[in-house]
């Protein structure tokens, strides 16, 4: 199995800073990540797809790069809406996988 | 896109349940479709999907125990979980495939199943 390795576990910042979310996956998976939001007793929401490209409905300031074995989240000035928990997805093999998330909340 | 679960509950080790989804904004026959789960205050579990034609595919852990099925005149996706085991307590949600591949692009709100004496 594909094991993906996210960090930091829980990331402490102010809205308005900028950050950055880590995934790694256990080997090469070219570009088969996807990324997903899940709010306090919500169920996950898809971020981006194919580890780059945007989903319609879905800010401008959330963006993901990377291929092989390293990606990442981006969010570009955080709002008070995006502290919540972020989850990685591989799809390259089954079984699919996840990652075990990053926690992002208000210092 | 909505999907609805239902059928959650309080069982017993040993014993089953059966979970079920109903699908709508969308033609459900055309999907593939998932089921994940999530222990309390745990990360996301892949459970086992059923494709448009009916193929289906389970992780290790649920093999052999749980049975995935869909009923397209019903618009309705279905899990049934047997030989129940403690850490199988989670919420579990029915998803949808994407159009792109094997991502989740829908999700349902989740359904509670408790296993516990």
């Known amino acids: 199995d594909i094991v993906l390795t996210q960090s930091p576990a829980t990331l402490s910042v102010t809205p308005g800073e900028s950050v950055s979310l880590s995934c790694r996956a256990s080997?090469?998976?070219?570009?088969?990540i996807h990324w997903y939001q899940q709010k306090s007793n919500e169920s996950p929401r898809l971020l981006i797809k194919?580890?780059?490209q945007s989903i319609s409905g879905i800010p401008s300031r959330f963006s993901g790069s990377g291929s092989g074995t390293d990606f990442t989240l981006s969010i570009n000035r955080v709002e008070s809406e995006d502290f919540s928990v972020y989850y990685c997805?591989?799809?390259?093999?089954?079984?699919?996988?996840f990652g075990s998330g990053t926690k992002l909340e208000i210092k | 896109v909505q999907l609805v679960e239902s059928g959650g509950g309080l069982v017993q080790p040993g014993k089953s349940l059966k979970l079920s989804c109903s699908a709508s904004?969308?033609?459900?026959?055309?999907?593939?479709m998932h089921w994940i789960r999530q222990a309390p205050g745990k990360g996301l579990d892949w459970v086992a999907y059923?494709?448009?034609?009916?193929?289906?595919v389970y992780a290790d852990a649920v093999k052999g125990r749980f049975t995935i099925s869909r009923d397209n005149a019903k618009n309705t996706l279905y899990l049934q979980l047997n030989s129940l085991k403690s850490e199988d307590t989670a919420i579990y949600y029915c998803?949808?495939?994407?159009?792109?591949?094997?991502?989740?692009?829908?999700w349902g709100q989740g359904v509670m199943v408790t296993v516990s004496s």
């Open positions: 998803a949808r495939r994407g159009t792109m591949g094997p991502l989740l692009d829908y």
């Open positions: 904004g969308f033609t459900f026959s055309s999907y593939g």
């Open positions: 059923i494709s448009s034609s009916s193929g289906t």
């Open positions: 080997q090469g998976i070219s570009t088969s």
């Open positions: 194919y580890a780059s």
């Open positions: 997805q591989q799809s390259y093999s089954l079984p699919l996988t």
